[in-house]
DNA sequence: ACACTTGCTGCAATGGTTTGCAGGCTGTGC
DNA sequence: GCACAGCCTGCAAACCATTGCAGCAAGTGT
């Protein structure tokens, strides 16, 4: 049914071998046979099956991704980022949705392995031996995750922390929450160091709070938990944290910006749909997601080169002044100098 | 470097044909040859390539799904439970994203083709003669949209405009407008013929607006046409848009529900984070990726058998009341009567 | 003791592609 | 007219797994 190499050698009067060298290295045919085969190929609608190519050369032209959640806006667009870079060096992506589990995560890289030149694992949250199990297998891209000698892209979330503190101590605000995400997680960890290296120079005093998951509810489920410590700015894990307690102090009746200022992280699409839209730290999500195939790649071809391996690739985050953040009002200021 | 057949069957001093069979047709040897086989291969970490015995079988037991954005929330919970549902029956998914083109739906498709036993296309945008093409390439299925022969997974979207109709009717609106999507569609298209079906058993008057893009932008765009033609409701063609109109009439200071009611489609995860919890008839995206891919494995099975072929399959949707609906207040319904 | 079935196992062919090697043809320089 | 180089091209092996077929040993029935 499907038409193969053989087809196309037939059609165009070669050996397979020709047709072969005619797509592969094309300046090894003459010139007036290469047309004829691309052209006969053409017609008869023939593409390579890179699997086949992949049995002999090792080399598929597949790469695979794996990320938690599909679902999630944070991966989706890390996703798309994988898939149109992917696209533009002409390889094809294998996917595989981890659905929060870090027992698939390992189990799935396991099933595409065979199939894929590499795999980058997206903000993966399985054990470090499971990971170290993995190495070997298949070459891995980390993104958002330092672990032993695993090539990987990581956003700085650190200095992200950095300029929101900044931001609101400047503002005016001196006592802010913090509300942490997973305790697993690489960007959460990273966040927290950021801030309490910044907190004594921008002299503002930092209440963590969390974990919590990282979801709207989460941000719901924290909100009362902040406004409780008396603060006049919240710094949520991420966006949809963020959303989160904005809807819950709008229920509770606290204005935002005026009473509470409020920060996210990430610069998801729904950031900027909010009916007060929110000022957050961007992740280049969709440029993590390019960057991390193009380490992939450069990985491989520096083939087993030694001092040519695994490096990090570290992206700049950066924060987006919206609506949410405010210097706060006297009232809410002389309350949280009260500490209260 | 990679373990092969040939390295369990080396460490367990059998044949690969043994080894084959004790993964494929584990009755066919012997218990305790197999216990040893699996043993070995375990320790090995072997998984066979999948990729090999899809040139030997033909059935690789990968499949491929397009959609036309992954960041797209609609598009990513389809693809969720694509790869759910294909995990579950232990096939592996290659994605494509056709960056909403649809000249590159059909070359992916190509790309991948060989590498998979069937491919799943969401809400394909691409012309019907470059679908044509496709066909015998490759098994298709089809979502939201219906072509020729081909198998599909279909949501009742013209049923969901008739609930949303009945459901304002049944609150007193009288004068709806509704804000139309991409021309080309298919979803788009059967909404229109579910409102014209129903508008007039419901004595309601439906003002067509449209096409917009589907998007917020579409939705703030459209929300000051929809106004100035007097309607007490607004029917967007979905989330994204509709929160979009929320939020321009937030902007221009009309009141939702009182003033104006607000219905999407769809019910993305952001539908029940905005201030007010939007009205909106639900989809089932993830449980139309699930079907998608069972109906192509059926298809497969089924395998020339040519009566038990393609199918459609209907998935009912249904309409979530939150709080953007509402009876119209006497000031809007009487600007509405005058037709303003 | 014989023929026959049953249950396992191995051999070898198969699939689509790449690639090292060798062979053929043409052209060049003398 | 000859040797030699340079281009092209084809042959055949290799990659990893599956599967029809045949072989072998043990067990069954008489």
Same mark, same amino acid.
């Given at each position: 049914m499907a038409v193969t190499i053989h087809d196309v050698a037939k059609g165009a009067d070669v050996s397979v071998s020709t047709v072969s060298r005619a797509f592969t290295m094309p300046d090894m045919v003459n010139a007036a046979t290469?047309?004829? =085969?691309?052209? =006969?190929a053409e017609e008869l609608g023939y593409q390579p099956n890179r699997a086949a190519r992949g049995l002999v050369t090792g080399k598929t032209g597949n790469i695979g991704v794996v990320v938690p959640d599909v679902a999630n806006p944070f991966f989706s667009a890390m996703l798309k980022g994988c898939t149109a870079r992917a696209r533009e060096v002409r390889h094809v992506v294998f996917l595989a949705d981890a659905a929060?589990?870090?027992?698939v995560e390992a189990e799935v890289v396991g099933a595409m392995a065979k199939q894929v030149d590499g795999v980058v694992l997206c903000s993966p949250r399985m054990h470090p031996d499971h990971l170290a199990r993995l =190495?070997?297998?298949?070459?891995l891209v980390l993104i958002n995750r330092d672990e032993a000698g695993l090539p990987a892209v990581l956003m700085d979330s650190a200095d992200g922390a950095r300029q929101a503190l900044e931001h609101l101590a400047a503002l005016g605000h001196r006592r802010v929450a913090h509300l942490a995400g997973p305790a697993a997680s690489w960007a959460g960890e990273q966040r927290l160091v950021g801030l309490r290296a910044a907190a004594p120079v921008c002299e503002v005093e930092t209440i963590e709070l969390g974990p919590f998951p990282p979801t709207f509810q989460g941000g719901v489920q924290a909100a009362d938990l902040a406004l409780a410590r008396g603060v006049t700015a919240i710094l949520a894990f991420n966006d949809?944290?963020?959303?989160? =307690?904005l809807n819950r102090l709008a229920a509770r009746g606290v204005a935002v910006p005026s009473d509470v200022s409020v920060v996210g992280y990430d610069d998801i699409e729904m950031s900027s749909m909010t009916t007060v839209p929110l000022t957050t730290v961007r992740m280049p999500m969709e440029a993590g997601g390019r960057a991390a195939v193009d380490l992939l790649l450069d990985n491989l071809d520096a083939g087993a080169d030694?001092?040519?391996?695994p490096t990090r690739r570290w992206l700049p985050t950066q924060l987006i002044v919206?609506?949410?953040?405010?210097?706060?009002?006297?009232?809410?200021a002389a309350r949280a100098l009260a500490g209260r």
């Open positions: 290469r047309r004829k =085969v691309l052209q =006969v929060e589990d870090p027992r =190495v070997g297998t298949t070459p949809l944290m963020a959303v989160g =307690v030694p001092d040519a391996t919206r609506s949410t953040t405010a210097p706060p009002s006297q009232d809410a």
